[in-house]
């Protein structure tokens, strides 16, 4: 099996508040503070459906606790000190 394993980082986060979509055919959203990022950039809005291990379709509830992982192709990242001089 061959080994993908991308460059990743993950970042604790907790569900603020659940956003009611005004829209019935648009799902309601979850807006997530992720510990670490930009005060002015540390909330994010995600689709609030997630699955459960037998394939359930789920929710997060206000207050929860979860991790928020970025992860990128090997093609897209260049090393640290490489961005940092330019």
Request: aromatic share 2%; net charge positive; proline share 8%.
């Amino acid at each position: 099996m061959k080994d993908n394993k991308k460059p990743k980082i993950t970042r604790p986060g907790t569900v603020e508040k659940i956003i009611k979509s005004p829209f019935p055919q648009e799902p309601e959203k979850a807006e997530i503070a992720v510990e670490g990022a930009d005060h002015l950039y540390r909330e994010i809005r995600i689709e609030n459906t997630l699955e459960d291990k037998q394939g359930k379709k789920v929710k997060l509830k206000v207050g929860a606790q979860v991790d928020v992982t970025v992860e990128a192709d090997p093609k897209d990242t260049i090393p640290k000190n490489a961005s940092e001089s330019s």
